[in-house]
Nanobody, 119 residues
Framework: QVQLVESGGGLVQAGGSLRLSCAAS????????MAWFRQAPGKEREFVAS????????VYVNSVKGRFTISRENAKNTVYLQMNRLKPEDTAVYYC????????????WGQGTQVTVSS
């Protein structure tokens, strides 16, 4: 089992920045990839970005390229999502996920952290 705990969400004005953190514990060695997803009210959960623990390979959804950066700190089993130039449409609950491959599937999920961007 893998436990994931997100933190760092909050309320920010458009154009501002936030950094989300996801701390992983448990059998993390069996899950080489981590990802961030988000779900806005009334919408389906959407992939945002993913990264591997081993080589740092990353994947981003087009809508966040150039604004968001996913990174990892292996010694702390923590993955980050640095979000810059935030837009109101980035408002959502952001979830951390763990899996074997950078393209999924995703076997473990965190509880989510709310990000609200005001215009």
């Amino acid at each position: 089992q893998v436990q994931l705990v997100e933190s760092g969400g909050g309320l920010v004005q458009a154009g501002g920045s936030l950094r989300l953190s996801c701390a992983a514990s448990g059998r993390t060695s069996r899950n080489n990839a981590m990802a961030w997803f988000r779900q806005a009210p009334g919408k389906e959960r959407e992939f945002v970005a993913s990264i591997t623990w081993s080589g740092g390979s990353t994947v981003y959804v087009n809508s966040v390229k150039g604004r968001f950066t996913i990174s990892r700190e292996n010694a702390k089993n923590t993955v980050y999502l640095q979000m810059n130039r935030l837009k109101p449409e980035d408002t959502a609950v952001y979830y951390c996920a763990a899996g074997r491959l950078v393209g999924g599937p995703w076997n473990y999920w965190g509880q989510g952290t709310q990000v609200t961007v005001s215009s």
